[in-house]
């Protein structure tokens, strides 16, 4: 795999399991995957999306916005984004 992979994971999110982190990272790892797996402690599902809680609510899902994880997620991704695309 030539591409770079960043994942950036609410570590309480109920819908990601540990099982399946594990297996992604197996395969990552066999594929010679350029990747980083980062888990925000205390960020759900959609922990990015301000209209999060609403839409959990609405719809019975354990979603949440984390304002803290939201701004460490964007600085992570947005140094991500400087490496990769170097001017």
């Known amino acids: 795999?030539?591409?770079k992979v960043l994942v950036l994971n609410g570590a309480d999110d109920p819908l990601v399991t540990k099982?399946?982190?594990a297996e992604f990272d197996k395969?990552?790892?066999?594929a010679g995957a350029d990747y980083k797996f980062l888990s925000y402690p205390g960020a759900?599902?959609?922990f990015t999306n301000p209209d999060a809680d609403a839409a959990g609510r609405k719809f019975n899902l354990p979603?949440?916005?984390?304002p803290e994880a939201?701004?460490?997620?964007?600085e992570e991704m947005q140094t991500f984004f400087g490496?990769?695309?170097k001017r």
């Open 1 to 3: 795999m030539k591409a």
């Open 19 to 21: 099982e399946q982190i």
């Open 63 to 66: 979603l949440a916005y984390n």
């Open 83 to 85: 490496r990769i695309f």
């Open 44 to 46: 759900k599902h959609s």
């Open 27 to 30: 395969e990552m790892k066999a």
């Open 70 to 74: 939201d701004k460490k997620s964007w």
